[in-house]
């Protein structure tokens, strides 16, 4: 009654033979790509294809290009086992979408995906801070700063389109742009994760760029030339290298779009920026589209040498950071938006923008851009230039530009009130009741409170 059984049991035996080694191969190669790709965090094989092979998870970095985001590709695919789908966000830089492209695949990106934001960012992400006048510590126009919540923006697009879980940047532990980054994200997809390569691993530039060599990642960045560079339409900063050193000229290879004074031309430049409602619209009487128009004055502008800032400023995550910045249209705008500003806004709209203004750029600079609190002072900003409308002439002369001439449909200032010549209809005898009045509160207190002599500070 057993012999029968013998190939039941052959049968079943060979079965089990061959269930295991599908085991084992399967084993075998799920150990092969994790040994491939230098593996330590399984998580990050989400599921498992139609072969039974795990699939890596899906993580959109924001790839400029650039030593950092170069060298975190290979990083995120080697040391996190992600499928990296490199994200450039095109807001006005000077290189071209084959290069990136190249560059990010040979650096180990699975894919590339290049956005073109040029017109977005200056439309509503720079004009809306010149709008608001903001600068921050009084010096920077804020490029970089105003960028970041549109790359999170993008990233954020990609990576659900994608089916990305999660999003990834090149910022450093020590910088702001992390803050800008990761806030933005955490606002508009809380649901997804967030790496950053740098605050990760323990290498500092020089390392990177050795990193790179040994794993033959094309990088423009030398030890040599190790200046951190980002720009966009609205600016170009540089920072690391010789340029830690707050007492040390930044020399003279760090400028790239303006000329120094002394090389600038002898001969001045003059500009007519003309402006609707507080946005920029032409120039020298030409409707131009925005991109357009701050191309236009960076080139001429820069020329000139008008743009270049060079500060030390507090840094979001509380250290100091000497930073070199080049802005030629920014400043040039901002210089004639406020001029026109003067013609147009009263004296108490204008003591109050100039308050919200630094507001502004606080909130800029220290990546609240997807916040109520920038809601509500973007509206106040918005009703301010409801007649900021007219024509400022600019001179650009040796590192400077200065607003010349202003004229506007809506200005306030009265050319009969303000003359001393003939036509003046200024009623100088109200000018003695009106200062009674205005002094009357300092009488009154002087009489009720009388000042010793100890507290009137000395003639000078």
């Avoid at 830690?244 to 920026?273: G, H, L, Q, R």
């Avoid at 030409?286 to 020329?303: F, I, S, W």
């Avoid at 080049?326 to 003067?342: D, F, K, R």
């Avoid at 750029?361 to 220290?366: E, R």
């Amino acid at each position: 009654m057993k012999a029968p059984l013998l190939p039941i049991y052959i049968w079943l035996a060979r079965g089990h033979i061959r269930s295991t080694l599908r085991r084992s191969s399967i084993r075998w190669k799920a150990r092969a790509l994790v040994k491939s790709a230098s593996l330590n965090q399984y998580s990050n094989l989400s599921h498992y294809a139609n072969g039974g092979l795990p699939v890596p998870e899906k993580i959109v970095l924001a790839y400029s290009g650039g030593l950092d985001t170069s060298v975190a590709i290979r990083w995120l695919k080697l040391e996190r086992g992600y499928d990296v789908v490199a994200l450039t966000v095109d807001v006005g830089m000077d290189r071209s979408q084959e290069e990136l492209q190249s560059r990010a695949m040979a650096a180990g990106a699975s894919s590339h995906v290049w956005r073109d934001a040029q017109e977005t960012f200056i439309r509503h992400f720079a004009f809306p801070a010149l709008m608001a006048g903001a600068r921050y510590q009084g010096h920077y126009p804020l490029a970089t700063a105003l960028s970041r919540p549109l790359i999170a923006r993008e990233m954020v697009g990609v990576a659900n389109a994608e089916g990305a879980t999660a999003v990834a940047h090149g910022c450093t532990g020590k910088g702001n742009d992390q803050v800008r980054l990761d806030v933005s994200v955490q606002a508009l997809a809380p649901h997804l994760k967030i790496v950053a390569p740098l605050r990760e691993w323990e290498m500092h530039r020089e390392s990177e760029i050795a990193y790179a060599e040994e794993h033959k990642i094309p990088v423009s960045v030398t030890k040599a030339s190790p200046y951190s560079i980002d720009e966009n339409l609205w600016g170009r900063s540089i920072e690391t290298g010789v340029l830690e050193d707050p007492w040390i000229e930044p020399p003279a290879d760090v400028y790239a779009w303006t000329k120094s004074a002394a090389e600038a031309p002898d001969d001045p430049a003059y500009v007519e920026i003309g402006f609707e409602a507080g946005l920029p619209v032409s120039l020298d009487g030409h409707l131009v589209d925005p991109v357009v128009l701050v191309k236009r004055l960076n080139a001429l502008a820069g020329e000139h040498g008008v743009g270049r800032i060079d500060s030390v400023e507090d840094r979001l995550v509380g250290i100091k950071s000497r930073e070199i910045y080049e802005a030629p249209a920014g400043i040039t705008l901002l210089t004639a938006h406020e001029a026109l500003e003067s013609l147009t806004l009263s004296k108490e709209q204008r003591r109050l923008k100039n308050r919200i203004a630094q507001e502004y750029a606080d909130l800029v600079y220290n990546g609240l851009w997807f916040s109520a609190h920038h809601q509500d002072l973007a509206a106040y900003i918005q009703s301010t230039q409801r007649h900021v409308s007219g024509v400022v002439r600019v001179k650009l002369h040796k590192g400077t530009a200065t607003a010349v001439g202003r004229k506007s449909p809506k200005s306030l200032y009265d050319f009969s009130l303000a003359t001393y010549d003939k036509g003046d209809t200024f009623d100088r005898n109200a000018a003695v009741g009106f200062i009674n009045i205005w002094g009357l509160p300092v009488r009154v207190q002087s009489q009720a409170q009388t000042l010793g002599e100890d507290d009137i500070a000395p003639s000078p």
